[in-house]
């Protein structure tokens, strides 16, 4: 079936250090991915998104990458911030049309 | 533009209770969806609609109804609340397949 797999639940950070959240996905005909931030008490905030047919897209400190070959897409945060703790949720769209996510990696900044 | 607001933020029923939660948006978007968050379960669509006067089934309707009777309003409604839906439950709305999904604030629902 369709599914969005995690690599890591948690993540923690050193407040400067790069980030990089990693998502593994299974159906390849989506042709789709996002990334959402969450943070405590709130909805899902819109980060970046990537098209099947771009390998990289990059946006203000952050960066999508997406592996097709081996079904795997990364965010990474170039000097992260405190502001930057919440939790991360990958998702691709489904073959509904609709949008499948990822369990959420929680990233932790360190000050 | 106040984007996506969900009504209440916070509610507890008692087991076979019913409810409706209230979703709005004024971005006069064709699509809307209902979502539940769980604890380690990530977001599972219960819901969504194309626009308005339809509505179609997602991951997990079981237990659930809704309606589509105005584009800017999409109702979720629980018959007889169990334990079992015990949630946070997020509404979103978006331009068609593919877009960014804006997603409201959020409802705390505990069932007792």
């Known amino acids: 079936g369709e599914n969005v797999g995690l690599h890591l639940p948690t993540l923690s950070v050193q407040e400067g250090d790069n980030s990089i959240i990693n998502c593994a996905y299974s159906?390849?005909?989506?042709?789709?991915f996002i990334w959402y931030k969450q943070e405590s008490g709130k909805g899902p905030q819109f980060i970046i998104d990537?098209?099947?047919?771009?390998d990289k897209r990059q946006g203000q400190r952050v960066t999508v990458l997406l592996n097709k070959t081996v079904k795997h897409l990364s965010l990474q945060i170039a000097a992260t911030q405190p502001g930057d703790s919440a939790v991360y949720f990958c998702a691709m769209g489904g073959s509904q049309g609709n949008l499948i996510f990822g369990k959420g990696t929680k990233l932790s900044v360190k000050p | 533009n106040a984007g996506v607001t969900q009504t209440p933020k916070f509610r507890v029923l008692k087991t076979g209770q019913s409810m409706t939660l209230l979703c709005a948006q004024d971005m006069n978007h064709e699509y809307m969806y209902w979502y539940r968050q769980d604890p380690g379960m990530g977001l599972r669509l219960i819901h969504y609609?194309?626009?308005?006067?339809?509505?179609a089934k997602g991951e997990v309707p079981d237990g659930y109804n809704v309606s589509r009777l105005k584009k800017q309003n999409f109702l979720l409604g629980l018959e007889s609340a169990a334990p079992s839906q015990t949630s946070v439950y997020f509404c979103?709305?978006?331009?068609?397949?593919?877009?960014?999904?804006?997603f409201g604030p959020g409802t705390r629902l505990t069932v007792t």
């Open positions: 159906n390849s005909a989506s042709d789709y």
């Open positions: 609609s194309v626009g308005e006067g339809t509505t």
């Open positions: 990537i098209r099947s047919n771009m």
């Open positions: 979103a709305s978006s331009y068609p397949w593919g877009y960014e999904q804006y």
